[in-house]
């Protein structure tokens, strides 16, 4: 009974994990539309970014999309309008967002759907996968763009490589498409537990430095060996 109660669940939070591309499709589908989406992720695993959503104005009064800026995080987001090309509609930009943050991004937006985004990391390997459901988009020139930018060398993508750590997928409405990379950089944990030891390993040498200087220092005068060894030195002279 357990687990059957969990798949319920589970699938909730796969269809909200990170819905960047779509977050307008839904009333849109039938209109010229612009969803262009990138994230870059730094070496602390931490992902900051752009999403675009907007359309060509039916009249004057038409704004666009509009995003919401109710985030638990919203000291990390900012909102403002896009106006571009003939396109109106809204710009949110993100930083420093964790991969547990990533997700609820789909909260700009209560009309996100279609999209199934993720990031992962594996040891030494942060790997992007995604499922992307363009089937209700009938406009055929909608612009929607997806890419991501890695501090380490994309391994393996079913994107286009634009550069050795950045791909980039163009989406085409009315099909379903998959998105896959997987970009290889150290683990950051990893990496401070080795400043950690190292740091630690240069403190006990300057600890047992001066530990042996300050027994120098306070050594016993008075012992043979130390009156036997002045006087050598006296007689030397």
Not at 22 to 45: H, K, Q
Not at 121 to 139: P, S
Not at 201 to 214: C, D, R, W
Request: with cysteine.
């Amino acid at each position: 009974m357990r687990s059957q109660r969990s798949r319920p669940r589970s699938s909730r939070v796969r269809r909200r994990v990170l819905s960047l591309l779509l977050l307008f499709v839904a009333p849109l589908a039938a209109g010229c539309l612009r969803v262009n989406a990138s994230i870059t992720v730094s070496t602390n695993d931490q992902v900051s970014g752009t999403i675009v959503a907007a359309s060509k104005p039916r009249d004057d009064k038409d704004q666009g999309p509009q995003f919401e800026e109710n985030l638990p995080f919203a000291d990390k987001v900012a909102v403002s309008r896009y106006d571009s090309d003939g396109y109106v509609g809204s710009q949110a930009s993100f930083s420093d967002l964790t991969f547990a943050e990533l997700p609820q991004l789909a909260d700009l937006s209560r009309d996100a759907t279609g999209v199934d985004i993720s990031l992962r990391r594996a040891g030494n390997a942060v790997i992007l996968e995604g499922r992307v459901d363009l089937t209700n988009v009938t406009d055929p020139d909608a612009d929607i763009e997806f890419s991501a930018a890695f501090p380490g060398d994309v391994t393996s993508t079913n994107g286009d490589q634009i550069d050795t750590g950045v791909v980039r997928w163009r989406l085409k409405p009315g099909v379903v498409s998959t998105l896959s990379a997987q970009a290889s950089y150290t683990d950051p944990s990893t990496r401070s537990f080795t400043t950690a030891a190292t740091w630690l390993g240069v403190t006990a040498l300057l600890a047992a430095g001066m530990i042996g200087f300050l027994a120098w220092r306070d050594r016993d005068r008075s012992s043979p060996r130390f009156v036997g060894a002045e006087q050598d030195e006296g007689a030397g002279r």
